[in-house]
């Protein structure tokens, strides 16, 4: 890793210090590498190639080994993800219900297809198979927030709530349901 001022192991060091931390919660054991990786993704909100050598490094193991439980595994990310991450339902009630047209309507706003990230870094955009709220189709979740009963039109507004705010968000599509 190399800085702009040239300083390229201070940079390093620096950047990597936050895992010194994580690493003295847990032993030095391959046992060790699912929560070292779990809590280096929260602290650096995905798991860059230096990070992912520094684990491999402190483990023991090779950066393939740790690559591949990576890999393996949908809850870590290689690449950087947005502040919010948007999960539309593609499940049969929320298909049934018009949640392509949303799908579709939330990329055209976020100018992003599934699977993709604003430049901002503002929007990570997923499809997922089921959210569990099949009573409130089509659904969404940005965060932790469940969002039904939306619409092509709707999800430009609840949104742009999460771009100018942080936190919960209520929904506009759905005032009255319980969640």
Request: proline share 4%.
């Amino acid at each position: 890793m190399s800085c702009a001022c040239g300083n390229a192991q201070e940079s390093s060091a620096r950047y990597l210090a936050p895992l010194q931390s994580i690493f003295s919660s847990y032993s030095d054991e391959e046992s060790s590498l699912i929560p070292i990786l779990q809590d280096a993704q929260d602290q650096y909100g995905y798991l860059p190639q230096d990070v992912l050598k520094a684990i491999a490094a402190h483990l023991g193991l090779s950066l393939g080994k740790v690559y591949g439980v990576v890999t393996f595994y949908s809850q870590f990310h290689l690449k950087p993800r947005g502040r919010n991450v948007i999960r539309v339902c593609t499940g049969t009630a929320c298909h049934v219900r018009g949640g392509a047209e949303v799908l579709k309507a939330i990329e055209k706003k976020l100018g992003i297809t599934a699977g993709g990230t604003t430049t901002d870094l503002e929007f990570t955009l997923e499809t997922v198979a089921c959210i569990g709220a099949c009573g409130l189709a089509p659904v969404m979740m940005v965060n932790d927030d469940t969002h039904g009963r939306l619409t092509p039109e709707t999800v430009g507004m609840v949104l742009d709530a999460y771009r100018s705010h942080s936190g919960a968000v209520s929904n506009p599509a759905a005032q009255g349901a319980r969640h």
